[in-house]
């Protein structure tokens, strides 16, 4: 059974910083798979913001991330993980990561493009 387990969220003042932890179970990361990480803030859509491939560690930023967010992954610890920088109150949503498999490419950041999702882990940044 393939489970996702966000951690790392918090309350963080504008400006600071935060790193979301992805655990990944069921499956191991040297088969192909793609891990996103989106988020939701209040009364708005999921967003997607980036993804990784387990193939080669290839990455996909949405505009709004580039820059600010960074992707990366530990393969013998079965984590991704997303460096929030420079945080300001408008990136206040809850995290979430995604998972797909049998691609060795990144995807589009759509929810539709990924088929397992962690919980959640909710980021709240103040003024």
């Known amino acids: 059974e393939v489970q996702l387990v966000e951690s790392g969220g918090g309350l963080v003042q504008a400006g600071g910083s935060l790193r979301l932890s992805c655990l990944v179970s069921?499956?191991?990361?040297?088969?192909?798979?793609?891990i996103g990480w989106f988020r939701q803030a209040p009364g708005k859509g999921r967003e997607g913001l980036s993804c990784i491939t387990t193939y080669d560690g290839s990455t996909n930023y949405a505009d709004s991330a580039k820059g600010r967010f960074t992707i990366s992954i530990d393969n013998n610890k079965n984590t991704v993980f997303l460096q929030l920088d420079s945080l300001k109150p408008e990136a206040t949503a809850v995290y979430y990561c995604?998972?797909?498999?049998?691609?060795?490419?990144?995807?589009?950041?759509?929810?539709?493009?990924?088929?397992?999702w962690g919980q959640g882990t909710q980021v709240t940044v103040s003024l």
């Open positions: 995604a998972a797909t498999f049998g691609t060795k490419q990144v995807v589009e950041l759509s929810e539709v493009e990924f088929a397992y």
């Open positions: 069921g499956f191991t990361f040297d088969e192909a798979w793609v």
